[in-house]
């Protein structure tokens, strides 16, 4: 069984959900998603911290926590993968979120990538 790759998510991250929702988060470490499922996540939800670069002509992210649900207590961390355009996504919730989690995760579903975790 090929072995994974070990996923660090930054302290401030971490800091970040536990300031806000005052609880240590539960992590669901996803499959890669390409820019499409950013550009979804981003489009209606506050990001509270972020990593960019500016090409000249466009910004991209190299990293982001997206405060993707307030009533659920979820948040997503979003890493850049060294190759373009593909991301790493770590999902934050409370252990009370399940359901809320499972349909963000079907809902990604048409966005990842073909990897394995």
């Known amino acids: 069984m090929e072995e994974r ?3 660090k998510i930054p302290e401030h991250i971490i800091d970040i959900f536990k300031k806000k929702y005052e609880l240590y988060p539960c992590f669901i470490k996803t499959r890669n998603v390409v820019e499409g499922g950013i550009d979804v996540l981003t489009k209606k939800n506050k990001i509270v911290w972020f990593d960019k670069i500016f090409d000249g002509k466009n910004t991209h992210i190299k ?3 997206i405060d993707y649900s307030v009533s659920n207590k979820i948040m997503i961390y979003v890493k850049a993968k060294e ?3 593909v991301y790493e996504l770590v999902i934050l919730s409370s ?3 399940g359901v ?3 349909l ?3 809902g990604l579903n048409k966005y990842y990538t073909i990897d394995f975790i």
Do not use: I, P, T
């Open 104 to 106: 963000l995760l079907k």
């Open 5 to 7: 790759k070990e996923f």
């Open 100 to 102: 809320s989690v499972d």
């Open 83 to 85: 190759s373009e355009k």
């Open 63 to 65: 990293g982001a926590l």
């Open 95 to 97: 252990d009370e979120s």
